[in-house]
């Protein structure tokens, strides 16, 4: 019998992603995976259709998300689990950052104007690689790196970040920040399960030390393709705070060619503990 294994940080064409959830939630069964969460950034519109897909296909769905924070400057990516995907306090937060991105997405297009790379914002709209018949959809900086890639102004999207649009560079705009303490209160008021997502991403050593000592729930220590031996350092800082720990691939389709669904994951034990988790949350 193939073993249990959840794979619980993947991204659909509702945000950064190039499947739909459909296409996410039938790959999974078909590579033998029993739980699945999507996490998608700032928005949770997969899961409209990925829930009855799910149901169909066998997969136990948890309900997840990827909110973007600031932390003295840093970008900090923490999941949220296991609340109600009707909870007023989590669709309120994903319509705020919605209006968040608007902006900085504009801001970001008015910066690659004045560096004589115009990129429309109906074209970002219209010529989305994924369908834009997706509700609620979250458009940021891999799509327009996607615009730059068909404008000819870069060579791939990598190329696009890497030149233009990582923290830093000539047209990346941090946005309005939104803090850590209040992604977390905001998870923690819809009964969720707040998660510091790929704590070895994060650039600065002091702000993970500072984000260890805040009210989280538990921190990403299996992720993508991580070595065995850095995982076992996440796993020991979680055990030793009594945190949860959690993974997943954080697959985003042809987005990220090297990283297929599944290639992180949490076993059966794990998964039931979120689940129940979820039973409290009144879902
Ligand atoms: P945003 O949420 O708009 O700030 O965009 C962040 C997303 O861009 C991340 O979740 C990644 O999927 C992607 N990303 C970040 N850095 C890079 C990079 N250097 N190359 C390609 N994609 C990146
Ligand atoms: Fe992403
Ligand atoms: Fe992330
Ligand atoms: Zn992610």
């Known amino acids: 019998m193939t073993p249990f294994r959840a794979d619980l940080h993947c991204h659909t064409t509702c945000s950064d992603g190039s499947l739909t959830p459909i296409e996410i939630v039938k790959l999974a069964a078909e590579i033998g995976l029993k739980g699945l969460s999507i996490t998608d950034h700032d928005t949770i519109a997969a899961y409209e259709t990925a829930t009855p897909a799910a149901k169909e296909a066998g997969i136990d769905l948890i309900p997840g998300v990827e909110f973007s924070a600031s932390y003295r400057g840093n970008n900090v990516h923490i999941l949220a689990y296991c609340f109600s995907l009707s909870n007023e306090h989590i669709l309120a937060f994903c319509k705020r950052h919605q209006a968040r991105r608007e902006q900085r997405n504009h801001e970001i297009l008015e910066l690659l104007q004045h560096n004589e790379m115009p990129v429309s914002e109906e074209e970002l709209l219209a010529g989305l ?94 992720y993508a393709r991580l070595p065995k031996e850095r995982e076992a350092e996440w796993v020991k800082t979680a055990q030793e705070k009594g945190w949860l720990l959690t993974g997943g691939s954080d697959f985003h389709g042809s987005v990220k060619p090297n990283i297929p669904l599944g290639c992180s994951w949490v076993n059966e034990e794990t998964f039931r503990k979120l689940q129940s988790r979820m039973a409290k949350s009144g879902d």
Do not use: W
């Open 129 to 222: 690689d994924t369908p834009t018949s997706t509700p609620h959809k979250t458009i940021g900086r891999p799509h327009i790196a996607q615009a730059m890639v068909r404008h000819g102004y870069v060579t791939s999207v990598q190329d696009a970040f890497s030149r233009y649009l990582k923290e830093g560079k000539s047209c990346y705009a941090p946005g309005e920040p939104f803090s850590v303490e209040e992604t977390i209160n905001v998870i923690h008021r819809a009964k969720g399960t707040a998660i510091i997502a790929h704590p070895h991403l994060i650039d600065r050593r002091s702000t993970v030390r500072h984000l260890l000592q805040m009210n989280f729930d538990g921190l990403e220590a299996y």
